[in-house]
Nanobody
Framework: EVQYVESGGGLVQAGGSLRLACTAP????????IAWFRRSPGKERTGISC????????YYKDSVKGRFSISSDNAKNTMYLQMNSLKPEDTADYYC??????????????????WGKGTQVTVSS
């Protein structure tokens, strides 16, 4: 069973930057895709970005496009989310999760293990 460990969150002022990391020992980064999700206070968890290593697909939700950048270091079983120009509406708990494939319609499935604890991002105005 894959265990996801997210880190890098914190408190930042609007306009600032953070870099989140997701480590997933044992996850087959070269075979499957992986994604970032977030859950804002009072809202459901939603996907914001994914990357597929076999097909090279990368996707960003419109709300983060142009500000966030997803990348990975497969040798380290680690994925990153560089978040720039942060806004108060980016305040959320951020999670990573495996996917079969990265596309503009990606969503969570139960096939890639349980959620990690997430990392909290708070953007002050």
């Amino acid at each position: 069973e894959v265990q996801y460990v997210e880190s890098g969150g914190g408190l930042v002022q609007a306009g600032g930057s953070l870099r989140l990391a997701c480590t997933a020992p044992g996850y087959l980064f070269d075979e499957y895709a992986i994604a970032w999700f977030r859950r804002s206070p009072g809202k459901e968890r939603t996907g914001i970005s994914c990357i597929g290593f076999r097909d090279g697909n990368v996707y960003y939700k419109d709300s983060v496009k142009g500000r966030f950048s997803i990348s990975s270091d497969n040798a380290k079983n680690t994925m990153y989310l560089q978040m720039n120009s942060l806004k108060p509406e980016d305040t959320a708990d951020y999670y990573c999760m495996g996917l079969w494939r990265c596309s503009d319609s990606f969503s969570h499935t139960d096939d890639f293990g349980p959620w990690g604890k997430g990392t909290q991002v708070t953007v002050s105005s």
